[in-house]
């Protein structure tokens, strides 16, 4: 394909493209039904541009590589995003997702030290606490919706992460709003949408009232922060505390509410469909499954991972790189073109939207030799170098890339080290698995899968089942178990103390005792992260402090 360059009214207007089979609509009604498959299916016939018109709208499919670079990195001033994410203000007001220009810039640049390295190393540690207790509230045989599961876990980290909030409470709350306002999002794409916003219609006012319902929990979090006063060095903070660069006012809590909102339902949404779909493709994948167990008791030998894992971890990570090949939760990028423009010898005109989709660049056998098969050696450095840059993009490109991409990479490969280590999961017989793509790529009917543990020592895992299902069996196994962990943390503190001041000291225990002190610290971890609810009243009531948390993840082998 040719480069793109300044368009020029004698090229041909359009290229090829399916016919349109409605006045008026278009192709319309078939997007509709299966958006993503419908791309797919028109880049596959007609080519790397394809035309077709979507009610009103021009639009053009655009799936090379170099097309897609040009128009998101080297030309990217000539666009703004989509008809998509400007009818999503309704939702999210000015955030950084539907905002443009001048004022994006400044807000992006505002949001940005949040996501950091230094803090994304903070990040890391309340990662790992939080699916570490995703993982104590399952059961052995369970069968859970794990779309469900990581929607709330991925919830929690980001309430725990950017807003120094537990969140956990509301979780079913936003979950059944998000999930209507999914439902009905559709409604706001169809032609003469400004209109129907208006009208008072069933479909409508279920909108605005799932969307009021997370302003409610997005301003009461700003309410109670403004109250205390504290600056908690989060994003909320940095929100509240910053002044706007002309007025030197601070940002009302409407502009507040848009910033946090959005960075709420994106930093929790879109990895919450990833990690759920790489759960589905190891189900499906037990090979690949094993390879990844292997690098992670080898690496991690049954501790917490942190954040300088991540590195260590490569098949892991490739296997979250795999799926979001597979499933990107961003399935598709849109732009509207500000001025005409010209893609190799056809010419876009002014206000056209240009789509590109990562669902279908990812499927093109050009660059994915077997492009549906879920294969994780595919991120092997000397692999990903034959690739163009562009034949991958799950999180956009150029200045308005996902803002929380490196947060994303993280967090995913983090959340598997963690629970991977412990559960397998298994896809329940006969659950439908079929993808509905509205703005994020979702389960359309869940995931339904059943836990099997990893744990292969009986008696931790006999006590993690009594602490899910048995509280007092819990409690009275409880004293035992407290004594043989206070004895194996006086090994271990006396051990370090006298090979410090005497490295050729023999440790006070036999080789058999500090073989069995791994389990037992585990244990203390066990008790680390349970919810209070579950402990018994007494000296372990009190969950274990965090720093001998994360002294017992970093010490078990």
């Known amino acids: 394909m040719e480069g793109l360059t300044t368009a020029s009214s004698s090229l041909p207007l359009r290229p090829p ?104 190393v903070r990040y890391a540690a309340d990662m790992v606490i939080c699916a570490e207790r995703a993982g104590l ?117 409407k502009q507040v509410r848009d910033e946090a909102l959005t960075l709420l339902i994106a930093g929790h949404e879109t990895t919450a469909n990833a990690l759920t779909w790489t759960w589905y493709l190891l189900s499906q994948n037990p090979e690949v499954e094993a390879r990844m167990h292997e690098e992670l008791e080898r690496v991690l030998g049954g501790r917490l991972p942190t954040f300088d894992d991540v590195m260590r971890l490569p098949y892991t990570t490739g296997v979250f790189a795999e799926s979001l090949r597979l499933f990107p939760p961003a399935w598709a990028v849109g732009r509207r073109a500000k001025q005409e423009y010209s893609i190799g010898d056809y010419a876009i005109p002014a206000k056209s939207i240009l789509l590109l989709s990562p669902w279908v660049v990812h499927r093109d056998p050009r660059w994915w030799p077997e492009p549906e098969r879920f294969n994780p050696d595919r991120w092997r450095p000397e692999e990903s170098e034959k690739r163009p840059k562009f034949a991958y993009f799950p999180f956009g490109g150029g200045a308005r890339v996902c803002i929380g991409e490196r947060f994303a990479w993280a967090e995913g490969v983090l959340v598997l080290a963690t629970l991977a280590q412990h559960w397998k999961m298994r896809l329940v017989p006969g659950h439908p698995v079929a993808t509905r793509a509205v703005i994020t790529l979702r389960p359309k009917h869940g995931m339904k899968m059943t836990l099997e543990s990893r744990i292969s020592d009986a008696r931790e895992q006999e006590f993690l089942r009594m602490l899910h299902k048995n509280k007092g069996a819990a409690r009275r196994r409880l004293p035992g178990i407290q004594n043989e962990m ?72």
């Open 17 to 120: 493209g399916p016919k349109n089979t409605r006045p008026w609509l278009g192709v319309l009604p078939h997007f509709r039904k299966d958006p993503a498959a419908y791309l797919l299916s028109v880049a596959r016939e007609h080519g790397d541009l394809a035309y077709m018109r979507l009610g009103p709208q021009h639009a053009f499919v655009v799936s090379h590589p170099d097309a897609i670079r040009d128009i998101l990195v080297t030309h990217q001033n000539n666009f703004t995003k989509s008809r998509m994410l400007e009818r999503a203000k309704v939702l999210l007001g000015d955030g950084l997702l539907t905002s443009e220009g001048e004022f994006h810039t400044r807000q992006r640049r505002l949001v940005q030290p949040a996501f950091h390295r230094d803090r994304l």
């Open 137 to 253: 509230t399952w059961a052995p045989g369970a069968a859970l919706d794990m779309h469900r599961e990581m929607t709330r876990l991925t919830l929690a980290i980001v309430g725990r992460t950017l807003f120094s909030a537990d969140v956990s409470s509301d979780a079913d709350e936003i979950g059944r709003a998000m999930a209507q306002i999914f439902e009905l999002f559709d409604t706001l794409l169809l032609p003469f949408s400004d209109w129907i916003q208006k009208l008072p219609i069933p479909p409508v006012r279920r909108f605005e009232k799932a969307r009021d319902q997370l302003d409610r929990i997005v301003y009461r979090l700003i309410a109670e922060r403004r109250a205390s006063g504290q600056d908690a060095g989060d994003l909320l903070s940095m929100l509240l505390l910053a002044q706007d660069e002309d007025d030197k006012g601070h940002m009302t809590d």
């Open 486 to 557: 206070d004895y194996a943390c006086r090994i271990i503190s006396t051990s370090m103390v006298r090979s410090t001041s005497s490295p050729t000291r023999k440790p006070p225990a036999s080789r058999a005792t500090l073989k069995a002190i791994p389990k037992s610290l585990r244990l203390i971890r066990v008790l680390a992260v349970a919810p209070r609810r579950m402990l018994p009243q007494g000296s372990l009531a009190s969950p274990v402090s965090s720093s001998t948390f994360r002294f017992t993840s970093l010490v078990v082998p």
